[in-house]
């Protein structure tokens, strides 16, 4: 055994992890939502997937200078340790290991098994469903786990596969849209659409973007196996974020050239599809949409096999010689991999119990595991553009200050979006039928015990086996 992970990947890879986590099963519900939050006015949902995109894109070049001062094992954590401190970077690297990544990854295994299990009729909800999910849980981290460079190569094609649909839709409902004036007519359309008007549409379709938008950053896991990863993961952090934001856009106006506005608010993307190829078409895009659904899972799976690798190469957490080995016949951090995957199927089954049953299994703790956490993620990087501009403001005043200021206002406003939708708005539903619901709320204190539980594993004096690099 050894404690040293190789340079395996190349900039490729790191593109299509970047590209591959964010576009997966999100691009496909969200489309739809846009369309029912600005009541069918493609202008305005345009300018919503602008407004998201842009605030991911702000991040992404952060980070991507980020990428350019500091490597070592983890990408992100990395960052927060150079800026903030190690004890911030701990935090940052156990909420990773223990919340926000296996919330995002067993969610994917359930809409992975949710879209294979609807091919034959089957119910979402049910018991086949959830062990389905639990299949492709299992079976994604034996990928990762037992042939890391199969993994790459598979996050590579489901990337290029994922994105077939969308381009077909892109070009083809786009070029069909022009020539019988649907595209023409859904854009005629520039009105009040909504209940409070353009502006409370607009922030509402805001809202929805942010979650297509959100795991580009889980791509910064595989820094310490990045080839040149200072020169490549900045590369691919943002050709990625560009890449994201161009796919989402035209495939969003290729839906209204493919059939009515009306259509598409009421039955989605499998509808526009069927329209322009049958239902041959149809069954086609749930067999893709399963590969893109699984391509994420894998993504964001091989993030999760690291979170506690990520903790032991500082010499922290619980038992870091044990989950800090690497296999000499793999090159893995097995022990982190194992643990990784309990974390996910304790997850899943959390997810499946807070919102899927018919009465939540977690009473007022039942939250959305793959959303709320995003609110704290873009919390935590706050602190770091602060330190940032701090340590390296004047070495570049539009690289070093101004873009970690506009990274600031960004992230605020993303938390800001995510309390909106996920507290306020649904406080004031509840609210109305008399009932209290504040899910915000509760996720902050399953965040809070979360850190504290990590608190009683933080070494103060630790070895750290490597120190960061500085340029």
């Not at 969610?107 to 959830?130: E, H, K, P, Q």
């Not at 639990?134 to 598979?154: M, Q, R």
Request: net charge positive; proline share 3%.
């Amino acid at each position: 055994m050894n404690n040293k992970l190789e340079k395996k990947y190349g900039l490729l890879t790191a593109i299509c992890m970047v590209v591959g986590i964010v576009i997966g099963s999100g691009v496909f519900f969200k489309a739809q939502d846009i369309l029912k939050y600005t009541d069918g006015n493609m202008p305005l949902g345009i300018i919503a997937w602008l407004i998201g995109g842009i605030v991911m894109i702000i991040a992404a070049l952060n980070l991507s200078t980020f990428g350019t001062h500091y490597e070592k094992v983890n990408g992100l954590v990395d960052y927060a340790e150079a800026t903030v401190g190690k004890k911030y970077a701990y935090y940052v690297a156990w909420f990773n290991a223990v919340l926000y990544v296996p919330g995002m990854a067993s969610t994917l295994a359930w809409v992975s098994a949710r879209y294979t299990v609807n091919l034959f009729g089957g119910d979402i909800t049910g018991g086949l469903c959830l062990a389905l999910a639990g299949f492709y849980l299992c079976t994604s981290y034996a990928l990762n786990a037992l042939s890391p460079k199969l993994a790459g190569k598979f996050q590579v094609s489901t990337t290029f596969i994922k994105l077939i649909p969308l381009l077909i839709m892109a070009i083809v409902g786009t070029v069909v849209g022009l020539a019988n004036g649907t595209t023409i007519e859904a854009f005629k359309t520039w009105s009040v659409t909504a209940e409070g008007g353009n502006m409370s549409a607009l922030f509402a379709a805001v809202v929805a973007t942010a979650f297509a938008y959100e795991g580009w950053i889980i791509a910064t896991s595989i820094n310490a196996e990045l080839k040149n990863a200072k020169r490549n993961l900045p590369i691919a952090l943002t050709v990625g974020s560009f890449i994201i934001v161009a796919v989402y856009i035209t495939y969003y106006i290729g839906l209204a050239g493919a059939t009515p506005i009306s259509i598409l608010q009421e039955q989605g993307a499998p509808a526009a599809f069927t329209s322009l190829f049958g239902k041959v078409g149809g069954t086609l895009l749930s067999v893709l949409i399963v590969i893109s659904c699984f391509g994420t899972l894998n993504g964001l799976m091989l993030a999760s096999t690291r979170g506690m690798y990520a903790l032991s190469a500082r010499n922290q957490g619980p038992k870091p010689k044990m989950f800090g080995e690497v296999s000499e016949s793999t090159n893995m951090p097995h022990n982190s991999s194992i643990i990784g995957l309990m974390i996910c199927s304790f997850m899943l089954f959390y997810f499946y119990g807070a919102n899927l049953m018919e009465k939540p299994l977690f009473g007022m703790f039942s939250f959305d595991s793959s959303e709320l956490p995003i609110i704290t993620i873009y919390a935590f990087y706050i602190p770091m553009f602060i330190m940032f501009i701090k340590k390296h403001g004047k070495e570049n005043i539009w690289k070093n200050t101004i873009m970690p200021i506009l990274g600031i206002i960004a992230s605020s406003f993303m938390i800001f979006a995510a309390v909106y939708a996920h507290g306020i708005s649904k406080y004031i539903s509840a609210k109305a039928e008399g009932k209290f619901s504040f899910p915000v709320l509760f996720y902050l204190i399953v965040f809070v015990a979360v850190l504290v539980i990590g608190r009683i594993f933080y070494k103060k004096d630790a070895d750290v086996s490597a120190d960061t690099e500085n340029k």
